[in-house]
C-alpha cells in the first residue's frame, strides 16, 4: 500500500467530490457541441464558439476575469432546457469516468423568464436530468448506482435578500427525493459568487432559515484579501456552516475557531494554484497548513470545465507535492467522505473494499 501514488492508483480511489459548481464543471467539448446546436437554431449567434470564447485553465489574469466567464458566456449557452439538461449529464459522466462514487454537486438557480424557468424550474430541470442519467446507468450497470449525486444550491454574493430567500425556499422544497428509490436530493446551500461583491451581511436571514429547516451549510470563505476581513469571515461562521471553501486566508485566531468547531474544509489545489488566489506552486498551497491541523479536509475540483483537472489528478497532486503515500491518499478519501452530508456508509464500504 505504501509504493509511490500514480494516477491509476488515483483514478481506482473511490472518490466523494464535495466541491464542484455545475456550470464550471461542463467540459469544453460539450459546450461546443451544445453552440453548434444553438448556432444551426439561429440562437446566440453572438457567443464565440467556446473554443475560442474559453481560455486555457492559467489564462485568467484576475479573478473577476474568471467570474466573467461565468456570467457573459457559459450562463448565456446554458440557458434552455435542453442545454441545462444535456450539461447536468455530461457532467455526471465525466465525474463517473473519473472515478467519483459520491457527488455534491453546486448550482446557482437562475431565471430565464424568455424560456420560462424560474428558480424553481431550473432545480427541477437539473434533478430530473441527474434521475434520468441513473436511471440509464442503473440499467447499464446491473441494476447498481455508480454515482450517488445530490445537489447543493448556492446563493451568490450579488442577489439581494430576497433572491436568496427564494432560493432557500427552492432547496427546501426539494430536500426529499423526485421519486421512490431515486436517492438524490438537496442537501444544503452554498454562498459563492465573486468575492469582490460585499458586503454579504444581509445574506444571513436566508441562510438562517436554511440552517432552520434542516439544510446543511457550506460557504466560500476566505478566497481573496477582499473577502477576508474579519469581519466578513466572522459573519460566515456566525451562519454555523459546517463545510468552508477554499479558506485561503484565514487570520490564525479564526484557525483555532474552525478546528474547535470542526469544520471541514473544501480544498481546491489547481484552481487555486492556477487562477492565482494562492502564491507560489502546489507545494505552496495551504492543504499542507489545514492536513497538519488535523481539520476534515475534502479535496475538490471546483470548475473542472476550466481548470481541466479531474479529481483523481487533484488526489495526485496532492500526493506528489505532499508526499502522500498510498494509504495516506485512502486516508485522504476518508476524510472527505467523514465531511460530507450523506452517502458515508456506502463509500466507506466502497473504500474498505479499495484498502
Ligand atoms: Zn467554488
Redesign the pocket.
Known amino acids: 500500500m505504501d509504493l509511490p501514488v500514480d494516477g491509476a492508483f488515483c483514478h481506482r480511489l473511490p472518490k466523494a467530490e464535495l466541491?464542484a459548481?455545475l456550470s464550471g464543471s461542463v467540459r469544453r467539448e460539450t459546450l461546443h457541441t451544445i453552440w453548434q446546436r444553438k448556432q444551426a437554431k439561429q440562437q446566440c449567434l453572438d457567443l464565440e464558439d467556446p473554443s475560442i470564447a474559453l481560455k486555457p485553465a492559467g489564462d485568467y489574469p484576475t479573478v473577476v476575469s474568471f467570474f466573467q466567464i461565468f456570467n457573459k458566456y457559459i450562463y448565456r449557452l446554458l440557458d434552455d432546457a435542453e442545454s441545462i439538461i444535456d450539461a447536468t449529464m455530461s457532467v455526471l459522466e465525466d465525474f463517473r469516468k473519473d472515478g467519483v462514487r459520491y457527488l455534491e454537486l453546486r448550482t446557482t438557480p437562475r431565471a430565464v423568464p424568455e424560456q420560462g424557468i424560474d428558480y424553481a424550474e431550473y432545480v427541477h430541470l437539473v434533478r430530473e436530468a441527474i434521475e434520468g442519467w441513473n436511471l440509464a446507468r442503473w440499467f447499464h450497470n446491473a441494476h447498481a448506482y455508480e454515482l450517488e449525486a445530490h445537489l447543493i444550491l448556492s446563493v451568490d454574493r450579488s442577489m439581494t435578500l430576497a433572491q436568496a430567500m427564494e432560493v432557500v425556499g427552492v432547496a427546501i422544497a426539494n430536500q426529499e427525493p423526485l421519486k421512490p428509490g431515486c436517492a438524490s436530493r438537496v442537501l444544503g446551500v452554498d454562498l459563492?459568487g465573486n468575492p469582490s461583491v460585499t458586503p454579504i451581511s444581509h445574506l444571513a436571514p436566508a441562510f438562517r432559515r436554511a440552517r432552520d429547516a434542516g439544510l446543511n451549510v457550506t460557504v466560500?470563505f476566505a478566497e481573496t484579501f477582499t473577502s477576508a476581513t474579519n469581519a466578513e469571515l466572522e459573519e460566515l461562521l456566525s451562519w454555523s456552516p459546517s463545510r468552508l471553501?477554499?479558506a485561503i486566508h484565514v487570520p490564525p485566531h479564526l484557525i483555532e475557531e474552525i478546528k474547535s468547531k470542526d469544520i471541514a474544509l473544501e480544498l481546491?489545489l489547481s484552481c487555486n494554484v492556477l487562477s492565482k488566489l494562492t502564491e507560489g506552486g502546489f507545494a505552496d498551497h495551504h492543504f499542507g497548513m489545514w492536513r497538519d491541523s488535523r481539520c476534515k479536509v475534502a479535496l475538490g475540483t471546483?470548475d473542472v470545465g476550466v481548470f481541466e483537472s479531474a479529481l483523481s489528478n487533484e488526489y495526485r497532486l496532492a500526493a506528489e507535492h505532499f508526499g502522500l503515500s498510498k494509504s495516506e491518499v485512502v486516508g485522504l478519501a476518508r476524510s472527505a467522505v467523514s465531511a460530507a452530508w450523506a452517502g458515508k456508509v456506502r463509500m466507506t464500504k466502497l473504500l474498505d473494499e479499495f484498502s
Open positions: 466541491h459548481h459563492c466560500h471553501g477554499h481546491c471546483d
